[in-house]
Nanobody, 122 residues
Framework: QVQLMESGGGSVQAGGSLRLSCAAS????????MGWYRQAPGKQRDLVAA???????NYADSVKGRFTISRDNAKNTVYLQMNSLKPEDTAVYYC????????????????WGQGTQVTVSS
């Protein structure tokens, strides 16, 4: 099993920045890509960004140029730097991990964190 522990998040005004962190522990050999999904009230959970252990990243079009995903394999930690935040970025952000690639569908993500709230005010 793999455990994912998220940190970061909070409230910020539009145009501001936040950084999320997610540390993985347990059977790390079971995972390849780690990513961030988000879910706003009444909406489906969507991919924000994902990255493999080799550094291959995949971004949702809505965050390209504003968000950067990175990974420290020595610390088994993935980061999401979020800049130029918009009110529509408001959601619960979930860290997730999969044996698959950074393009793996949501159903391939076997491990999930508890989620952290990000609120962007206008």
């Amino acid at each position: 099993q793999v455990q994912l522990m998220e940190s970061g998040g909070g409230s910020v005004q539009a145009g501001g920045s936040l950084r999320l962190s997610c540390a993985a522990s347990g059977s790390i050999f079971l995972i390849n890509a780690m990513g961030w999904y988000r879910q706003a009230p009444g909406k489906q959970r969507d991919l924000v960004a994902a990255i493999t252990s080799a550094g291959s990243a995949n971004y949702a079009d809505s965050v390209k140029g504003r968000f950067t995903i990175s990974r420290d394999n020595a610390k088994n930690t993935v980061y999401l730097q979020m800049n130029s935040l918009k009110p529509e970025d408001t959601a619960v952000y979930y860290c997730a991990a999969t044996p698959g690639s950074s393009y793996a569908p949501i159903d391939d993500y076997d491990y999930w964190g508890q989620g952290t709230q990000v609120t962007v005010s206008s």
